[in-house]
């Protein structure tokens, strides 16, 4: 294998004067613009950019869902055909520049065209079939494409990095196949080590045993690899016995998940490997979450020159049909609807608490999102029942910048929460989180102290109603009655570092250790 050279100097700060440059493969099943469902899309691209900003070769492989044009992408001659199933599988490869990327060191992003796999509408499911049955068929396919994909032009990785469960396959196939398999003159993966990234340990591919057969693994790899769950197959088990170095996106979550808690029943595994897992803060995309140059507002603004807020507030209030007035408090909120984001005690029925801050307090609040049936149903009841509550139900990227430099306060009352981006999102325009304290919240929000005035935040321990009730009552409070604190927590917030430079220093350093070990 060609050997990579060594780059001195490549940072005028002179951190990391010794970097050396790699080839890195991501095996995704979401990236951004292509496929999205949550922030793993955002921070696979993110992440993406940034390396390759610091030299790293950076490829993306991926699938080709239906709602993506291939009239866009350029096609790659001929077909691939990957092992699956006792048999193979025929697919197309597209190709195109991931957006943002450099035109010296661009990222490249390689789609896997498969009709019966990926050419329906879901990218696991759709709001009728939430899994799709064939789930782990589609996505053992994914990971074994990506190897074949590095045959097929010629490149061989340092470093493959699987996302999640979906990608949880490729470590796997790297340590009991791939690492011993044909060689090409110009090279193999003999020397290729593997990184799994844990977005969230909630999510963790748990099929029917019998469908280990789609992987064309062994029995005996089932069993080393640990996939066994109570007579099921775990994928995201398989994935964290068999990957070189392991992490989760934030330090906070990173502790959580090897405890009972928060472990998801991967806490013993994820102990087990203690020594090779850690955790990286994902970062903010500053070309699209920057208030001084986002095209969804009404005016540019930032901490020098913040008037811009003001208009932001009252657009958002006019597009949710709100009085426009700068004196309400505003309290915003962007989410899936899923327990992991601790809707049950915000909205649930009969006891949830959005009815009463809405009731008692003079505030406005504005929520965009979707996601569990019964939830939508309850938020649209709010809306009919209160003048100060307005939702969208639906996603909308232009809404969701709206309300992030709109609202005064971002309500995210996460039951856990592995990094979580729009507390971070919040802070780089000006509007105070009200949080959890909990996995990447608490690596990112500083809680408000009333005797000081320090913070960027408003944080709560204990998951209640009553607890969100309490807190969001404590931000009304500072906002009508310490408006200095408020001003001065809004600017500590949008100076706040989140670059993605500094997360991408780090899964340099884990690529490192993973090489060396
Ligand atoms: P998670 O990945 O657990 O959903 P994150 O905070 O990491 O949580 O990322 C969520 C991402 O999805 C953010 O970029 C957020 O703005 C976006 N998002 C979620 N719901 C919607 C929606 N309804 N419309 C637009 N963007 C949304
Ligand atoms: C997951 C997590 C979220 C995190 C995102 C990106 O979806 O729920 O907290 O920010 O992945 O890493």
Known sequence: MAKTASRKNLYPDGKNTDLVPRRVLMCTSEAVPFAKTGGLADAVSSLS????????QVKIAMPRYYHIDCGALDKLEGAMGVPAGGGEEWTAVYTAALPGSG????????????????????IYGTPFESDFRDNPRRFSFMCRACFQLCRKIDWYPDIVHAHDWPAALVPVYLKYGEKYGVSSESGSFAETKSVLTIHNLGYQGIYNKDDFFYTNLGWDVFYQSCFDDWNMMNLLKGGI???????????????????????????????SRARDYRGILNGVD??????????????????????????????????????????????GMVTRLSAQKGIGELFGPGYGSA??????????????????????????????????FKA??????????????GSDFFLMPSQYE?????????????????????????????????????????????LSPSAIYNTVGWAIWAWYNRKDHIAAMRLRGMKQDFSWDKSAREYTNLYKDALDS
């Open 49 to 56: 950019l940034a390396l390759a900003k610091l030299g790293h």
């Open 418 to 462: 592995p990094c979580g981006l729009n507390q971070m999102y919040s802070l780089a325009y000006g509007t105070l989180p009200i949080v959890r304290n909990t996995g990447g919240l608490y690596d990112t929000v500083e809680k408000y102290n009333e005797q000081t005035g320090s913070g960027t935040g408003f944080m709560f321990d204990y």
């Open 392 to 405: 969208h139900i639906g996603y909308s990227e232009e809404i969701s910048h709206l309300i992030e430099a």
């Open 286 to 331: 500053g070309e699209v979450w920057n208030p001084a140059r986002d095209k969804f507002l009404p005016a540019p603004f930032s901490a020098k020159d913040p008037d811009g807020k003001k208009l932001a507030k009252q657009a958002l209030q006019k597009r949710f049909g709100l009085a426009e007035d700068p004196e309400i408090p505003v309290i």
């Open 355 to 388: 009815f009463s801050i809405c009731r008692d307090m003079n505030v406005q609040f504005v929520f965009l999102g979707s996601g569990e049936p019964w939830a939508e149903h309850e938020i649209l009841g709010l809306s009919s029942r209160l003048a100060n």
């Open 241 to 271: 016995y068999s990957a070189d170095k392991l992490n989760t996106v934030s330090p906070n979550y990173a502790r959580e998940t090897l405890m009972q808690e928060h472990g998801f029943r991967l806490d013993g595994c994820l102990r």
């Open 103 to 122: 035109k010296k060191n661009p990222v490249l992003v390689y789609f896997f065209d498969h009709e019966a796999f990926f050419g329906r509408d879901g």
